[in-house]
């Protein structure tokens, strides 16, 4: 082992410890290949958005859609007024077309939004295989009036099991440079501004929100005691609820919590390559090799360099980064030269933070074992293993939706932080994260390629999510950056 790991393998700063926990794996159930029990129990849910145009309504709404679809195979799916809209009728309207005093525009609106909560009912009732699972559905528009609220309640009442299914989703920002924010990074881009400049377009949207302040009436205690809803106020800052009960709507909430629209980097790694790696084995507590220890160097350099002085974003304080890592050696060690400056503040610096739900997915009876030799003592393992990679669970050990079952937590904590944050963690679990911010599906996940010595950015944006790679194991760091979401990209299944 490297001369500077052998004193010792702790950071020399304090601890945080966590309640997060890893599964025990002290019993034998045999693979599986179906998916954990789901967050619907067999209902059906709708969610409607609330709120004026550039509060974060549709961010909102993919968002939910995404966290329940990956972290709990609930079939959900967004029905948006505004894609309607645009399909049926076309997408250049300016706005004119949504002044109150134009009636043509008015009856229009009303026909769109009559048509998408068809298509919402229509998609409820359909009787697929999945049908016990149950669906969620997202009604997105601004829905910015009592009468078109109850109008809703009445056509969903005889579809819904009761009105506690029937959750409004208020989005509300006071925060004028939020506003203008969200203009800026999502409403620029709409088709329906498509051959305007930047300032006609922000100008014309401007009055578009002004023909819908008209006429917005918030929710309140005293109108609307009797719904079930949820108040968001400045992209995530306050949270209040009314007549929110059960399973889902509680997950519901929890995510809600967490959710912010300001824009901030996370990077991911893997750890620098262990000797179980150069070894060909997979799992245990291995330290890390000569080449491992490099990288972790690297690495501290890069974080110094890189992430600590990063300006794209004046908001953030970069100096207030965070710092994840596993439970395991080879987590731990690669971030061993990481500085731990305490700042003015008293905010130390990159203090790192074990997760044991970041260790790598456990190999049961596998554990220490090469992919060579499983091959040749258990076929029949590696068979059911190639067959379905998401759910295939080590015997005595874990599968892939094990895992993405315990990540939950920590993806809920990322998507908390508004400052930068550093993850080193395993090949499994960087996969499962990349996977989820970049709006792949969990079925995506396990072939997710990771490669060692290399940091992945991640910027999460309203309606995409940046990513630049940066391999530091070169005589110069190597970028090459993306932003899109494609699932052809992701092409690997090696491990």
């Not at 304090?14 to 967050?39: C, K, L, S």
């Not at 400045?234 to 929110?244: A, E, K, P, Q, S």
């Not at 890592?325 to 731990?332: D, E, P, V, Y």
């Not at 910027?459 to 699932?487: G, H, M, Q």
């Amino acid at each position: 082992m490297d001369e500077d790991l052998k004193s010792s393998t702790r950071s020399n700063v304090n601890i945080i410890e966590t309640e997060i926990t890893t599964p025990t794996t002290d019993y034998n159930p045999a693979p599986h290949h179906r998916h954990r029990v789901f967050t619907t129990n067999g209902d059906l849910f709708v969610f409607v958005m609330v709120g004026l145009p550039a509060r974060g309504k549709t961010y909102v709404a993919h968002k939910i859609k995404h966290y329940f679809e990956f972290f709990h195979s609930a079939p959900t799916a967004v029905f948006n007024a505004g894609q309607t809209r645009r399909r049926l009728l076309g997408a250049k309207h300016s706005h004119n077309f949504f002044d109150p005093k134009n009636e043509k525009g008015v009856q229009l609106r009303e026909d769109m939004a009559k048509r998408t909560l068809k298509d919402l009912v229509e998609w409820l009732k359909e009787k697929n295989k999945n049908d016990a699972l149950g669906r969620v559905a997202i009604y997105d528009a601004t829905n910015n009036t009592r009468k078109r609220r109850k109008w809703i309640v009445e056509q969903l009442s005889p579809v819904l099991q009761s009105r506690r299914h029937l959750i409004f989703i208020e989005t509300i920002c006071e925060d004028k440079k939020l506003v203008e924010h969200n203009i800026r990074s999502a409403k620029l881009t709409m088709p329906d501004y498509a051959g305007l400049t930047e300032e006609q377009a922000i100008l014309d949207f401007k009055k578009r929100i002004e023909h819908y302040s008209i006429s917005y009436e918030p929710l309140d205690d005293k109108h609307d005691d009797t719904l079930s809803y949820i108040k968001m106020y400045n992209g995530g800052d306050c949270l209040t609820m009314n007549r929110i009960k059960g399973n889902l709507p509680g997950r519901l909430v929890t995510l809600l919590m967490n959710l912010h629209t300001y824009t901030r980097p996370i990077y991911l790694s893997r750890h620098g390559k262990s000797l179980y790696n150069v070894q060909g084995r997979i799992g245990g507590d291995s330290h890390l090799s000569k080449e491992g220890v490099n990288y972790a160097k690297v690495l501290a350099k890069y974080v110094e360099n890189k992430i600590l002085t990063s300006t794209e974003n004046p908001e953030i304080n970069a100096k207030h980064a965070r710092l994840y890592t596993s439970t395991m050696q080879r987590s731990i060690q690669t971030t061993k030269f990481i500085k731990h400056n305490v700042q003015k503040d008293g905010w130390v610096t990159m203090r790192p933070r074990r997760l044991a739900a970041l260790d790598e997915l456990y190999a049961g009876k596998f554990d220490g074992m090469s992919q060579q030799d499983i091959a040749e003592q258990a076929p029949e393992e590696t068979k059911r293993r190639d067959k379905d990679k998401l759910n295939y669970r080590y015997p005595r050990g874990e599968s892939y939706s094990d895992a993405i079952e315990r990540v939950q937590l920590v993806a809920l904590q990322l998507e908390r932080h508004r400052d930068p944050v550093l993850v080193v963690a395993h090949n499994g679990i960087i996969r499962i994260l990349y996977a989820y911010f970049k709006g792949l599906s969990r079925e995506m996940a396990p072939h997710v390629k990771v490669p060692f010595d290399t940091v992945i950015k991640l910027v999460p944006k309203p309606y995409n999510c940046e990513e630049t790679r940066n391999v530091l194991l070169k005589p110069e760091f190597i970028s090459s950056s993306r932003s899109d979401t494609t699932a052809d990209r992701v092409k690997s299944k090696s491990e």
